[in-house]
């Protein structure tokens, strides 16, 4: 059942059992049966049961959108290893360029790996939250 | 609302205090009934009045009981509870109550009787200050509901007076 699935049932609980309540209570008065009145109410609460409880198709209208478990397998969870600098100490007479070089490799690396789940599940948690704002 | 147990969880509770409110308007329903009941109990004849061994009278007479209790009874009534007490008062005593008959009226049918009966329980004195004593017999009724509150209420009848002497 999906949130709006939940509140639908939760509402129609409530509106049947008092809806029934007030019908069995004028129907045991007008008829001067006390048994009358519990009968009816008794077939009201089970008439309840079977429509609130169970996990009907039509309470799961909103589905969430969970993420395609074939689309996750391509995206692993980024390890804590990647992260840490692979810097190595700044030696004299070595090309300036060459460490610019690894460091560029690391963020690429960085960006194919953790960045495209990340966004993923930003979508996800937070719905239709575009980037625009 | 998660799950299957809870939302029968939540539908039980709620059921069942909806239940309780609608046995509490009903209780209170019942004020809305006036009631008005006749009775008339008559003294048909004393069959024994003696004094015991120990020293307390102890009579016994034949009644005749007749009421009409009728309109007592609405939807939320289960039955209606009828004793007739003797009332006197003595030296000792300002009041002595005894009970000398009772009967459980279970529907509106039956709430018209007229029962012609022995007492059914013993009408025994403290002491011996029975002769030539005047009592009153008083029908008490306990209208017993379904739910909800318990009511009672009485008709007092005056001018009964035990004979003079023992027979």
């Given amino acids: 059942m999906d949130w709006q699935g939940q509140k639908l049932a939760e509402q129609l609980m409530q509106i049947l059992l008092a809806a029934f309540a007030v019908i069995a209570f004028v129907i045991g008065y007008g008829l001067g049966s006390f048994q009358m009145m519990l009968l009816v109410y008794a077939g009201g609460v089970v008439l309840t049961t079977l429509i609130t409880i169970p996990n009907w198709p039509f309470f799961n209208r909103n589905p969430l959108k969970w993420l395609d478990p074939s689309e996750a397998e391509k995206h692993p969870k980024p390890q804590a290893a990647s992260s840490t600098s692979k810097k190595k100490a700044t030696k004299n007479g070595l090309e300036l360029g060459e460490e610019i070089v690894i460091v560029e490799e690391q963020v690429v690396n960085l960006d194919e790996q953790s960045m495209p789940t990340a966004t993923l599940q930003l979508k996800l948690n937070f719905g239709n939250i575009h980037g625009d704002w | 609302m998660h799950s299957f147990g809870y939302r029968a969880n939540a539908l039980l509770t709620f059921s069942v205090t909806i239940l309780a409110l609608m046995c509490a308007i009903a209780s209170l329903s019942d004020n809305l009934n006036s009631p008005s009941p006749t009775a008339q109990v008559q003294v048909l004849n004393i069959n024994r009045f003696q004094k015991k061994t120990d020293g307390d009278d102890e009579v016994s ?72 004593k005047e009592f009153n017999l008083t029908m008490h009724w306990h209208v017993m509901p379904k739910t909800g509150k318990m009511s009672a209420d009485k008709l007092v009848m005056t001018g009964y007076r035990l004979p003079v002497a023992y027979r």
């Fill in chain 2, 61 to 132: 007479m034949s009644l005749n009981v007749s009421a009409n209790l009728e309109s007592l009874f609405t939807w939320n009534t289960k039955q209606v509870f009828v004793f007739v007490a003797a009332e006197y008062d003595t030296p000792k005593n300002s009041l002595n109550q005894v009970s000398l008959w009772d009967g459980i009226i279970p529907s509106k049918e039956q709430a018209k009787f007229s029962i012609h009966t022995t007492n059914k329980y013993r009408f025994i004195d403290e002491g011996s200050n029975l002769r030539g």
